[in-house]
């Protein structure tokens, strides 16, 4: 138990793979993407300051493309909040509107890996794709992106247990922010 406490990772997978016990902070994919979008960004959203996902001018690139892939992929939830698709192939698939934000969706999609293997033993490679680009790129966990999970699970951790948001940081895509409003006006 000592170890588990001084250990955040050890801690968050016990109390994952356990039925009866929840983690500190319940990681979702997408407070992954926007982790490394956003650090406020994510401090905003775990505090559940939501607004309409679907305005047009608020998508920043990051909306899912639902109707790419249909006929090939099935869904599935883990623990309530892991949503995972998978396609015939056995590969995970993130689907992405642009590759804008490459690396959150990379990191999203590899948390979706180390999730599977982690918690509910499943090895997976995935796929992720960019249909209006024309562009897919396969995502492997490799021993780097092991680590680079658990660090960013640290640091999530770490964000949504302030009790105040990260200082403000101009970015160049603020203006198209869902959270443009509360940072700048
Ligand atoms: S407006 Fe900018 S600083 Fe504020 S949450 Fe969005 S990306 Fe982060």
Redesign the pocket.
Known sequence: MTQEKNNPIESFVTAERDTHREPRVKITGLMMQYYH?????L??MSRGIDIDREDANIRRGTHIDETSYRDKRSSFQINGRINIDILDSGDVIEVKASSTFEKPARMQLLYYLWYLDRIVDIKRDGILAYPSERKRESVVLTDNARSEIRTSICGIIEIVERDT?PA????S???A????D???M
């Open positions: 979008v956003c650090e406020r960004e401090w905003f948001a403000l940081e101009k970015k895509f603020c203006d922010c869902l959270y443009q509360l940072c700048w």
